[in-house]
């Protein structure tokens, strides 16, 4: 998509949780995202609640500079936090940033449209109230665009959507709430989603109940998903898988062998077949269990790994050599405005204006589809920003987005 997008966030510091896990498998490193966002683990009761908490509101529209007035209410996300009902009775929960687009330059002036940026949405059934309907990322809404949460698609006025934004609002540029929907925003943070104790046992012993707990699974690199296990004394094994292909919600038994504590059988049922799983616990930690996974009657080997757990060994540290060797989005560079004129900084290097050309121009090279967060600290001159912007631009970045400058922490 040709054209910038300079978009605005939260005022304040709103850190990234861009963390990684990996496992060393032989000679190969599997990386595996971080479980602990909780914009994804809000579900179920304490997601449904939210609309008749105290502090909530409801909205048939919000103006962009109402989105942008929103405070922090989830953990490390700068975007804005709504919620927003459906004509299908579900609920979506919503990250959302407003910008400019640019557009071909009028009477010699170059012109900027209003848009709003869904940075994230996931729209949860009102059945079980965990299964997604709809999920997705970085979807762009110009003015008129309407949009199903429901199916996950922009759609044309009059077509089933549930929200629609308008650069021209009577109050300026607006998201609304169609039909009888409504817009749900919060003054208070959002309770933590709780996550199952699944606590082993200490020692190297291992117990039927260690497995007890949620883990992300990932089979043979193309299936993963949430995996919620509970297991009685007896070695019973009960529980859900949830799949971050679809959403969808299936469930789990099996059971712990009683002449070897720590190998685990179990299957996940789905609609037309059965998946059919055998594991052993890691004895050291009780952390994860690897195994192997029957799929169409082919075995293929899996991983899970406990939620809220850091893998490593002593003298070699998977997590930081992952990280260093998979970046987060490979094709966003960031962009920092220093407080001295002249000065940049290009993915945590210092560099000129020069030098920040030069390195966007062969990044670009590299990869057409780059793109750059800028940060900006919030004393900056808008003179600055606009100048940071043109030569970005130069460099041949088409897509710009703007956010607060990260403030420094006390390293102790």
Known sequence: MSGSFLGSSRPGPRPRNRMTRSVLIGLSVLVLPSRGDEFTRLVGPPLFDLPHRGDARAHDKLTLRALEALPEVLPGERSAFVLATT???????????AGFRRRPAEAGEEARTPVLMIDRFETISSGDRLSWKAHGKEILLFDGSGYDLDSGQVVPAGFGGDIAFSARGPDGPQLSALGSNRLYTFAQPLPVAVTRPGRPSSGRAVLPTDFDGRYFLVANGQQSG?????????????????????????????????????????????????????????????????????ILDHPYSFVAIREGTALAAEGFDFEATAAAAVPANPRTRVVTLDDRPDRYAVDGQAKSATELTAALAEAIRREPRTSVLLRVPESMPFQRVNRAAAILRSAGVSSIRVAPAAVATDPD
Request: avoid cysteine.
């Open 87 to 97: 004509d299908q009775g579900n609920l979506a929960k919503l990250l959302l940033s």
């Open 226 to 294: 949430m995996l919620d296990l509970s297991v009685d004394p007896a070695g019973t094994v009960s529980g859900r898988f949830r799949s971050d292909k679809n959403g969808a919600v299936y469930s789990v038994s099996g059971k712990v062998a009683s002449d070897l504590p720590r190998k685990i059988e179990f299957s996940i049922q789905f609609p037309r077949s059965r998946q059919n799983y055998e594991g052993l616990l890691w004895t050291e930690e009780k952390n994860a269990f690897a195994g192997i996974v029957l």
